[in-house]
């Protein structure tokens, strides 16, 4: 038999590479705790619809952006939603009378709460900022340096009409404007943050910050180079987990 001419090829075939999944995700039904909890702060109808469709944008964009962490999409309204919806009850001068039935949705709309402002640091898929400034009609603006995840936040704003604003900077380019109220969750540790936010904060600036088991070497830790009060507030969603209201916040000197 004659032997072949043909040369066997250097390289190995390549496995085909699987195509990621872009399927739009469908919103999992609204959970007890987010039903318990909008009731407690007087959510209206049109306001649950507006989160709802939050929601539905984004488990449009997930799959593309891995915005949130995939194994948390079915437990997205207490894992995302309720837990900004918990800081509601320690924005400034807002907290919540004692009782569901005394909830007063007022408290939350008056105009002009926050007249220098208020912003959601590094937000990503955009919580807690969205859901703050749907929730209580507040303006709310976006601090998000990735255009991708920017672009997003805007389809939302366009989704539900949340009165919010999307800066697509990094936080510590920003020019120096004070602002009544910073959001941040999941963004930075607590002495890092203090430094990128520095533009953002004065003494009359309140900070709420979703922080994990850290929370108090994070504390420890930003207290070396700043002075302030702080308040710890455990979370509804995760008994490892707080909320932190920084107060009177200054540079050490």
């Not at 075939?13 to 039904?29: F, G, H, I, N, Y």
């Not at 507040?138 to 009165?163: G, M, N, S, Y």
Request: hydrophobic share 40%; net charge positive; proline share 9%.
């Amino acid at each position: 038999m004659a032997a072949s001419n043909r040369r066997s090829s250097p390289h190995k075939p390549q496995p085909r590479r699987a195509k990621k999944d872009t399927r739009r995700l469908s919103p999992p039904p609204l959970s007890p705790l987010f039903k318990e909890t909008a009731s407690r702060l007087a959510l209206s109808d049109a306001q649950i619809e507006h989160l709802h469709t939050y929601v539905e944008t984004l488990g449009k964009w997930q799959p593309k952006l891995n915005l949130i962490g995939p194994s948390t999409w079915d437990d997205v309204w207490d894992r995302h939603v309720v837990d900004s919806l918990q800081c509601l009850d320690y924005l400034p001068e807002m907290t919540a009378p004692s009782g569901p039935q005394n909830a007063d949705k007022a408290r939350f709309e008056s105009a002009d709460r926050f007249p220098r402002g208020a912003a959601d640091i590094g937000t990503g898929a955009g919580f807690p900022g969205i859901v703050v400034a749907i929730a209580t009609g507040q303006p709310v603006t976006l601090i998000e340096a990735d255009h991708r995840k920017a672009a997003f936040q805007l389809a939302v704003k366009t989704a539900t009409q949340a009165p919010i604003a999307v800066l697509s900077r990094r936080v510590e380019a920003l020019p120096v404007q004070p602002l009544d109220l910073l959001f941040a969750r999941a963004f930075a540790p607590l002495p890092r943050l203090l430094d990128w936010c520095a533009p953002l904060i004065d003494s009359q600036t309140q900070l709420l910050l979703h922080k994990g088991r850290s929370a108090p070497e994070e504390i420890a830790a930003a207290q070396q180079t700043h002075h302030f009060e702080t308040e710890s507030f455990p979370s509804l969603i995760d008994s490892d987990s707080v909320i932190l209201r920084l107060r009177n916040i200054r540079p050490a000197r």
